[in-house]
């Protein structure tokens, strides 16, 4: 899909030719003389419409518009929550499949956060999951303009809300992918392919190297699979070499059966999406292709998947993980730790500015936090304190958990250092004690999804959380450190033909730059945010 900005005000507006016109209506609306204006005001007059985020009036061959369509669409104050709510709400008429082509135009100035707020609404709304099925009725929205007063007030904050809908889309599409297809190995090849993009690597370690390594820990929860594991290290150089790294690790059980501590068969489908973590990270190092900001960052994916078998790990097994802590694996369904614990030790190796972690880590998390906030774990108040901040900016909110070391009194064992698992009561919290044993002093956060990274019931699907929070904070710190807010560098901005045309393409590699542009898992879930 292809986004643009124009300056265009209503007036203007209502002479583009598309299938729907999206005219959002803020609170204070003063209406001009033009023909969406007045009949806005008229609208609003006669209480038909309100500017209350969502509300809406849908309106055929407009007298005075050459769309078909016409959806006035109350904006409320007109910042990116509202308008970001507003747009879902008539997310059916943006998917519809004769909406090829849309138009969304603020009324009065636009804030650059809204902007970027409509890019991504307009592409969740009207994303679709096409990988594995053989009739393909693929997203029928092939453009949207986004009209505002001043492009160029706003230029910055769109181009961001693009990349940004690159990076989701491809996050959403791995999480999407049934097990069968996103092995460990074709996660691998699908970090491999974004090494064609400026500034970024791409190594795949098998498991041979994971063991010369002693990752015990990860290698336990691997011996169950037939698949083999890979160990994903992405890097995107934006910096200096000499410049630390933000490390991102990102859990990629791409399938959790719980092992030999099996779980029910109930929406176990659901455990495709175990490996969330994982896609967010690559959906993260998508973005960055695009934005290019002055940062470096290392992705880090231990991949595999969590089966029963006659090699399986067992529950009472201990293992000896690359930092040299034995572990007592009481619960052989408590992997996601297992796996982030070597990862995280490597990690530490690196010597990065900071290291966040994000997985599917608990069924615990999505009793705290349902599924609007990710839990988010710190053990550095700056960190945390940037990382809510930017998921504040970015609408991809998070929640900061304790990490009082009296959680961490359950994972003592008796034959190791230490047990993978504790009593149900804090579940979230001490899954998170366990992972702060391998980061030492640190900056470290860890970021529980299991409630925001997809979406059960009939809404079923991966939601690309939380790669708006992680790119914002990227490029917040890239521009804390050039000394200007967030500023991305135009010069090596990647070319329009470097990127896929649709979520398919995304799904598969990003282009070249030289290349041609192409044509009840538990009630707590189900429909849940
Ligand atoms: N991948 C699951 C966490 C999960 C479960 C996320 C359900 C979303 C919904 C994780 O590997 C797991 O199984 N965790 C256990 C830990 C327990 C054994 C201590 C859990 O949460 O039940
Ligand atoms: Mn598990
Ligand atoms: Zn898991």
New binding site residues.
Partial sequence: MNFDLKTLELTAAASEKCDLLIALIPEGFKPGKDALSTLAAQALKNGDLATKAGKSLQLYQAAGTAARRLILLGAGDGAARAVRQALLAVGGAIKAPQTKRVVVCFAGKAQAGAVNAAVQAVAEASYVYTTTKSKVEARALSRCVVGVHSAADVREAFDTGVALVSGVEFAREWGNRPANHATPTLLADAAKTLAKLPRIQCKVHGPAEVARLGMGAFLAVARGSEEPLRFIELRYSGAAKDKAPVVLVG?G?TF?T?GI?I?PAA?MD??K??MCGAASVLGVFRALGELQPDINVVGLIPACE?MPDGRAVKPGDVVTSMSGQTIEIL???????LVLCDALTYAARLKPAAVVDI????????IALGGVRSGLFANNDALATALQDAGDTAQDLCWRMPLDDDYADGLKSNFADMG???G?AG??I??AKFLQKYVGDLPWAHLDI??T?WKGGAAKGSTGRPVGLLVQYLLNEAGATAGKAAKVTKVTKVTKAARPESAAAAAGAPRAATAKPAST??T??AGGA
């Fill in positions: 859990k059980i959790d719980g501590s779980k929406e659901e455990m999406f175990d969590n619960n052989t369904d408590a992997e996601g730790r997985a599917t880590l608990t069924g615990a998390c999505v993978n698992v504790a149900r579940g979230s001490t899954a299991a409630g990274a898992r538990r707590a879930k």
